[in-house]
């Protein structure tokens, strides 16, 4: 059965960092693209950040450029987004999801497995 699972979540103060890790199992990703999407209270889910099958495309919401990087590591099945100078406005649920194409894309709907979630909190 595919799984994906969250983890690393907390709570960190602004200019902190944390590192979320992804981990699937139940099906090969090596050749899907997967997904960083967050949720905020009262807001839509967006698109973080993305990651092809190699490593070698990926992409960036214009709000997180320079602060977070994705990674991914497919003999440890885990996919990483490391996030550094957190902010308050970072705050919200965050989940990973994969694609059944190895195309990045920040849109909700185009990807059809996701995780659980893992609660980030950015305050002092």
């Known amino acids: 059965q595919l799984q994906l699972v969250e983890s690393g979540g907390g709570l960190v103060q602004p200019g902190g960092s944390l590192r979320l890790s992804c981990s699937y199992s139940?099906?090969?990703?090596?050749?899907?693209?997967i997904a960083w999407f967050r949720q905020a209270p009262g807001k839509e889910r967006e698109g973080v950040s993305c990651?092809?099958?190699?490593?070698?495309?990926?992409n960036y919401a214009d709000s997180v450029k320079g602060r977070f990087t994705i990674s991914r590591d497919n003999a440890k099945n885990t996919v990483y987004l490391q996030m550094n100078s957190l902010k308050p406005e970072d705050t919200a649920v965050y989940y990973c999801?994969?694609?059944?194409?190895?195309?990045?894309?920040?849109?909700?709907?185009?990807?059809?497995?996701w995780g659980q979630g893992t609660q980030v909190t950015v305050s002092s």
């Open positions: 999801a994969a694609r059944n194409i190895d195309y990045c894309s920040n849109y909700v709907s185009y990807f059809g497995s």
């Open positions: 139940g099906f090969r990703l090596d050749y899907r693209a």
């Open positions: 990651i092809n099958s190699s490593g070698g495309s990926t």
